[in-house]
Nanobody, 115 residues
């Protein structure tokens, strides 16, 4: 049974930083691409960042230069370092793992950026 558990969200002032973590279990983690997504109130869920098995990364234009995705295959963890946070970054952040023919989501962690 694949499980993803996010942590690290919270309330931060604009300009501050947070580091999100996602712990995976029930899967051979190193074989799978991973992603962070977010969903703000009243908006659709959107891609924030992706990291491949080989640690190639892609970012949404809105977070380029501010957010960094990384992974630790030995610990089965994926991280999202968020710097220079803006109020528009406020959302629930979700971790996602891509498997052959399927995908799994975590329960999400709330990030709130105050102005």
């Amino acid at each position: 049974q694949v499980q993803l558990v996010e942590s690290g969200g919270g309330l931060v002032q604009a300009g501050g930083s947070l580091r999100l973590s996602c712990a995976a279990s029930g899967i051979i983690f190193s074989f799978n691409n991973m992603g962070w997504y977010r969903q703000a109130p009243g908006k659709q869920r959107e891609l924030v960042a992706l990291i491949s098995v080989g640690s190639n990364t892609n970012y949404a234009d809105s977070v380029k230069g501010r957010f960094t995705i990384s992974r630790d295959n030995a610990k089965k963890m994926v991280y999202l370092q968020m710097n220079s946070l803006k109020p528009e970054d406020t959302a629930v952040y979700y971790c996602k793992i891509f498997t052959q023919g399927d995908a799994y989501w975590g329960q999400g962690t709330q990030v709130t950026v105050s102005s």
